[in-house]
């Protein structure tokens, strides 16, 4: 079974720049997450769908940050523009239902650089 | 506040050692407990799940336990290996509905030669 995949795996811009993510999560699964993780830090979630329907964003930056799921499969997390402090490991996960007793199984991440 | 405390911060031990991490939590209504392995460039990768009710979970050279009295679990890693060197999260699950899981901030482990 292939797992979530997530591109690019490296991206480096400049602030002000902008920059998207792109998330193909695990065939079936309704649940799909975005999570930042700065460096030594735990994942802090940003948004939360169930299929193509936002659940939770109240931790997202709006003035910067938006996130869709179209058709209820992939995703795309976007940052625009980006500052300095949005240098982090974006990681995006997937499970079959959603709430604490699903396992979310996560994406290699993609590590961005804002200089 | 839902938090989780992890502890060490980070932690250097010799290859065939023994080693355990700690995780305090403070989640409530509390669901389950979840250890994740985070190998550097990659996302996390569940190792053990528990529930209120269980005390122990073991996965390979992985044993989890768990004390929901006192909100304490711990991650106990036998004859370890190079390939152990890693970020290892606990992840604690409230009851209600779509809460947003609770991460600690994770035992960064260096097994070395």
């Known amino acids: 079974e292939a797992g979530v995949a997530q591109s690019p795996r490296y991206k480096i811009i400049e602030k002000r720049q902008s920059v998207a993510f792109w998330c193909n999560p695990i065939?079936?699964?309704?649940?799909l997450y975005w999570y930042q993780q700065i460096l030594g830090q735990g994942p802090k979630l940003l948004i939360q769908?169930?299929?193509?329907?936002?659940?939770?964003d109240s931790q997202l930056p709006k003035d910067r940050f938006s996130a869709e799921r179209l058709k209820g499969v992939d995703s795309t997390l976007k940052i625009q523009p980006a500052k300095l402090e949005d240098s982090a490991v974006y990681l995006c996960?997937?499970?079959?239902?959603?709430?604490?007793?699903?396992?979310?199984?996560f994406g290699p991440g993609t590590r961005l650089t804002v200089l | 506040k839902n938090q989780v405390e992890q502890s060490p911060q980070s932690l250097i031990i010799l290859e065939g050692k023994n080693c355990t991490l700690q995780?305090?939590?403070?989640?409530?209504?509390?669901?389950?407990l979840r250890w994740y392995k985070q190998d550097t460039g990659r996302g996390p990768v569940s190792l053990t799940i528990?529930?209120?009710?269980?005390n122990t979970k073991s996965n390979g050279r992985y044993t989890a336990t768990l004390d929901a009295d006192t909100k304490q679990s711990s991650l106990h890693i036998t004859a370890s290996q190079l390939s152990d060197s890693a970020s290892y999260i606990c992840?604690?699950?409230?009851?209600?509905?779509?809460?947003?899981?609770?991460f600690g901030k994770g035992t960064r482990l260096s097994v070395i030669a």
């Open positions: 528990m529930t209120f009710s269980e």
């Open positions: 065939s079936g699964h309704a649940t």
């Open positions: 992840v604690v699950s409230a009851q209600a509905g779509n809460t947003p899981l609770v």
């Open positions: 769908f169930q299929n193509n329907g936002v659940v939770d």
């Open positions: 995780c305090n939590y403070t989640v409530s209504p509390f669901s389950n």
């Open positions: 996960a997937s499970s079959l239902g959603s709430g604490g007793r699903y396992e979310q199984f």
